[in-house]
C-alpha cells in the first residue's frame, strides 16, 4: 500500500469495537496523523490528538477538527487550513456501519477492511478504512485504523508553495482508545 499521501485531506477514520450492543466512548487517549508526500522526497506530517466518537445503533461516527492539525511549521499550517477551507468546514467525519465491523474479544484481535463514508471539504466520498482492535484491560478497546484519500475526490486544491508539491494522495492514521460500556 502506498505511502504517497498529502498533508491536507486527512483525517479520520476507522472504527470498530464494541460488540453488537455494546456502547461505546472514547477516552481521553486519541491521535490522527496525516502523511503527505511532496516532491524531492520530502515528507509532511500533521497531526493533532482531537479525535471525537460518536454512535448510534447502526453507525459509528468519527470527527477530527481540521484547525489544530499541526505540521511543526506554522506557515504549512496556514497554507493547510486555507487549502481545506477550515473556517467553512471545520471538520472531518468518518461514518461506518457497525455491521461491517469484527469486534475483538477477550485475548483476541479483530483487523479487517470496513467501507465508510468520509466527510471532508463540504464533499462526502465513499472510503475503505482497514483497522485493527485490541481489547485491553479495564474494559476499553485500542483501534488504530488507516485510510487514503485523493484530494481531488474532494475538490481540494492540493498545495504548492515555492516550487515545491504536494502530492495529491494523502494516508489518514487514526488510534483511539474506546472505552466498552454494556448496553
Do not use: C, W
Not at 455491521?99 to 471539504?121: D, I, K, N, Q
Not at 463540504?122 to 474494559?139: D, H, I
Not at 485500542?142 to 494516508?171: C, H, N
Amino acid at each position: 500500500m502506498s505511502r504517497r499521501s498529502l498533508l491536507t485531506g486527512f483525517f479520520l477514520v476507522v472504527a470498530v469495537l464494541g460488540q453488537g450492543a455494546m456502547a461505546l466512548s472514547r477516552s481521553s487517549d486519541g491521535s490522527v496523523t496525516v502523511f503527505a508526500h511532496a516532491f524531492a522526497g520530502l515528507r509532511i506530517e500533521g497531526k493533532s490528538s482531537r479525535v471525537s466518537v460518536d454512535q448510534d445503533a447502526a453507525t459509528l461516527t468519527f470527527r477530527v477538527p481540521i484547525a489544530p492539525i499541526e505540521t511543526g511549521i506554522e506557515l504549512r499550517d496556514r497554507h493547510m487550513r486555507d487549502a481545506l477551507e477550515a473556517e467553512r468546514f471545520p471538520n472531518a467525519v468518518l461514518r461506518i456501519a457497525r455491521s461491517g465491523l469484527t469486534y475483538p474479544g477477550p485475548h483476541r484481535l479483530a483487523e479487517g477492511t470496513a467501507s465508510g463514508e468520509l466527510t471532508l471539504h463540504g464533499l462526502t466520498r465513499p472510503v475503505s478504512v482497514k483497522y485493527r482492535a485490541e481489547m485491553g484491560t479495564g474494559g476499553s478497546t485500542k483501534v488504530r485504523g488507516t485510510l487514503q484519500i485523493d484530494m481531488r475526490d474532494f475538490e481540494i486544491r492540493y498545495p504548492s508553495y515555492l516550487g515545491v508539491t504536494v502530492a495529491p494522495e494523502v494516508e489518514v492514521e487514526v488510534e483511539v482508545e474506546l472505552a466498552v460500556d454494556a448496553a
